[in-house]
């Protein structure tokens, strides 16, 4: 795995974060009132918008997260895989390395097999695998326009 | 700018940290013993390592932020500009639609002009500019082999 597929941020208010970054410039085509999650079609790293409680949730369900900050900072990273099977060999190769698993990969409510592991300095990657996926020609997701 | 150019993650131990996301599979030149800071040529947003008490002190000389990580949890995003007039109108741009500047763009120790500033949730975003940078042709930031 040699990339970054998704940056996702938890928000507290996904609609005025929207306005944010697409008045920077950043590309949306979803303009619904209440949307539950948010893709941007950027160059590079896509950009994901997601409410902090529902990621908190995604992680742990106990949400025993929310509650320092410290420990868990908002931010995920994404490496997502063309395999089912490369999710578990990713997150075990993580933790070789000395990181730490903190959610098993599992089915999701989406339909994705996911699970989250952390690095050394305790910063979140999501590694994850979806049927519906489509990549580019670089391995990278693409966002449905 | 529809573009994230690189993910900064402060670390503590940059040597261990960088074996740790080449056994992940990310791809890097830099092999010597005591890099000062080390950048990844992986797909989408280029990873980059940074020692975190430097990445403080590169957003706050008075390093008044490391004492509370929940004021700033250790990563930053990087919009990097062609010219060095874009990074103060995306400055001014971010502070229109609600951001913060935290630092106003400055020419910094390594040759470039950087500000900071942090969006709606309190994420931090650097802008910068270097005559050296090359681009690829999606404005990626190309890594030196």
Redesign the interface.
């Known amino acids: ?5 998704l ?1 996702t ?5 996904i609609v ?2 929207r ?3 697409k ?5 949306c085509y979803d303009d619904t009132a209440n949307p539950p999650i948010i893709f ?8 994901e918008l997601f409410p ?1 409680d529902e990621l908190v949730k995604d992680i742990d369900k106990n949400e025993s997260l929310k509650t320092d ?2 420990v868990f ?3 995920t ?1 994404a490496m997502n895989t063309k395999e089912k099977h490369e999710v578990d060999e ?1 997150m075990l ?2 933790e ?4 730490e698993i903190v959610k098993k990969p599992e089915t999701v409510f989406w339909g994705g097999y996911s699970g989250y592991f952390k ?3 305790g ?1 979140y990657w999501e590694v994850a695998y979806a049927d519906s996926w489509e990549f580019d020609d ?3 997701l693409m966002i449905q326009s």
Chains 1, 2 share one sequence.
């Open positions: 795995m040699n990339r970054i597929n940056i941020l938890g928000v507290t208010d005025k974060s306005a944010f970054y008045g920077l410039g950043f590309k941007f079609d950027n160059e590079g790293t896509k950009l902090l900050r410290s900072n908002g931010i990273f990713l190769l993580a070789s390395l000395g990181g690095d050394l300095d910063y670089q391995d990278m």
